[in-house]
C-alpha cells in the first residue's frame, strides 16, 4: 500500500506543471503617438494595480517590475475624454502653486480597485533585466504592445537597434555594411560608435516579388554616449499598390556619474 502511495506521488509529482516564468526588471512603457483621447494606463503585478505613465516615442520613466513574463495593461474606465490642445497660459497660471504646509501629514496611497480598470493589452516579455514595451492604437480603440530588450550590456551605447514591426523583411547598408530583419525582429546595426562620425544609412523593404520598396536613405550622427532605436512600421498601401512605411526613433544618453560630494576625483 505504501508503495502505491509513494508511486502515486512521485508521478504527480513529475506530471505537476512548472510554473510560469517570472520576470524581474526595470519596465519601460512609450507611445508610438499619443492617442487622441485621454488614456489612463496601469499594469498588473500580482493583486496590484499600478498607475504607470507614458510617453510618446520616450523611455525616461520606469518602474520596477516583478511578475509574469506575460505583462498585464489594463486603462481606466470611463468615458472618453479628448485632450485639450495645448494651452501656454494654462499652463504658466497653473505654475504658481502655493507652498506645501510643512505640518500637513502626507496622504495615504490610494490603493487601486479592480472594477475600476479594464484589459488593454498584453505582452510578451523578454528575459532582461531592462524591458520597454511600445504602444500602439488602433483606430478602433485597441492596442497592440511590442517589448525589446533595453539592457546597455546587450543594447551598448553607440549603437542602433532596428525593429521591425512590419509583416516584411527589410534590407539595408549602413557605411558599406549589409544587414536584413526579418518581419517582427530586431537587432543591432553591424557598426559602434567609439568617437563621434557621421554615417550613411539605407533601408528598403523587400517586396514579394523580390522587389525593393525604399523606406529612408540619409546621414545620422553617431556618438558613443548615445543610442538610438529606430521602430518601422508599415501605415498602408498607396493607391498604386506600394506599401507605405513610417520610421520613429528613441535616443538615449549614457548618464553621467556624479562628483564625489567632496569634489575630489576618485584615487583608485
Known amino acids: 500500500m505504501r508503495l502505491i502511495l509513494f508511486l502515486a506521488t512521485a508521478l504527480a509529482l513529475v506530471a505537476a506543471p512548472e510554473p510560469p516564468p517570472e520576470r ?10 499619443n492617442p487622441s483621447e485621454r488614456v489612463e494606463l496601469a499594469i498588473v503585478q500580482g493583486k496590484e494595480i499600478i498607475p504607470f505613465v507614458a510617453l510618446e516615442m520616450n523611455l525616461d520613466l520606469s518602474k520596477e517590475y516583478r511578475g509574469p513574463a506575460q505583462l498585464v495593461i489594463v486603462r481606466k474606465k470611463g468615458a472618453a475624454q479628448k485632450i485639450e490642445a495645448f494651452d501656454p497660459d494654462k499652463l504658466y497660471a ?4 502655493p507652498k506645501p504646509d510643512p505640518k500637513a501629514k502626507p496622504e495615504p496611497a490610494k490603493k487601486e480597485k479592480a472594477d ?9 516579455l523578454p528575459d532582461s533585466s531592462d524591458v520597454g514595451v511600445l504602444l500602439l492604437m488602433a483606430p478602433n480603440g485597441s492596442c497592440a504592445g511590442r517589448a525589446f530588450d533595453y ?5 551598448p551605447y553607440g549603437s542602433i537597434r532596428v525593429v521591425n514591426l512590419s509583416a516584411m523583411t527589410l534590407a539595408g547598408e549602413i557605411d558599406t555594411k549589409g544587414f536584413r530583419l526579418a518581419p517582427g525582429s530586431s537587432d543591432l546595426l553591424p557598426v559602434i560608435f567609439r568617437e563621434r562620425q557621421t554615417s550613411h544609412i539605407k533601408l528598403a523593404a523587400v517586396l514579394p516579388n523580390d522587389g525593393i520598396e525604399p523606406i529612408l536613405g540619409t546621414k545620422i550622427a553617431g556618438r558613443p554616449n548615445r543610442r538610438s532605436l529606430v521602430f518601422i512600421l508599415q501605415t498602408g498601401v498607396s493607391a498604386d499598390g506600394r506599401p507605405l512605411f513610417e520610421s520613429r526613433s528613441i535616443e538615449s544618453v549614457e548618464p553621467v556619474a556624479p562628483p564625489p560630494a567632496n569634489g575630489n576625483p576618485v584615487v583608485k
Open 24 to 33: 524581474k526588471c526595470t519596465l519601460r512603457l512609450a507611445w508610438w503617438a
Open 94 to 97: 497653473q505654475s504658481a502653486t
Open 116 to 124: 475600476d480598470w479594464a484589459l488593454f493589452a498584453t505582452v510578451a
Open 151 to 155: 539592457e546597455a550590456g546587450r543594447f
